[in-house]
């Protein structure tokens, strides 16, 4: 296999332009993985960009790619904190009528005292997934890198980890669940 042809003005844009296109975006973001990220995906960009060498200015060709890259960054976290904040508006609303009949409120404590036992008997790291994965909302391939774990490995823990849940929490044959 032949290996690509080196591009002198890709890796000269890389090299003079890389610190000051970070520094701008993590003054910008106040996160320094999203920063850096970020910078990655202008030089990702720069590279398939087809037209670079009659860029007559790359530095600002790539603050511009840098800027349009943060400005997507700003509706996307605008999207998660409008979805938060509906969550939060949700999880605080007036209760029904049903929900404050005494005999629903303590089924419902009754069912949350049974979940937090039942995932007691789960193994630390298959519980720790399970958790990061239902409750933190972390990706599999997160779960993989927080834990040092392969990404199968956590699918495993997981699926396992519902399976228990699931066989502890149905309801046996022949009992009925008030309703």
Known sequence: M????????????????????????????????????MTQDVFTQWLDYRDRANVEQ?????????RNLLRDHWRKQKVR????????????????DEQNEPMAAAQRLQRLEQLKEVLAELSPRRREALMLHRFEGLSQ?????RMGISTSMVEKHIALALLH???RL???PGTEQPE
């Open 141 to 145: 391939a997160q779960i993989a890198e």
């Open 165 to 167: 849940c699931k066989r």
């Open 58 to 66: 790359p530095r600002a060709f790539l603050f511009q790619m840098a």
């Open 81 to 96: 904190q409008t979805v938060h904040q509906d969550q939060a508006e949700r999880d605080v609303e007036p209760a029904t």
């Open 2 to 37: 032949s290996r690509p042809k080196p591009d002198p003005l890709a890796a000269d844009a890389f090299r003079g332009f890389y610190t000051d296109i970070l520094y701008f975006l993590r003054k910008r973001t106040d996160n320094a993985s999203d920063a850096a990220d």
């Open 170 to 172: 149905q309801p046996e």
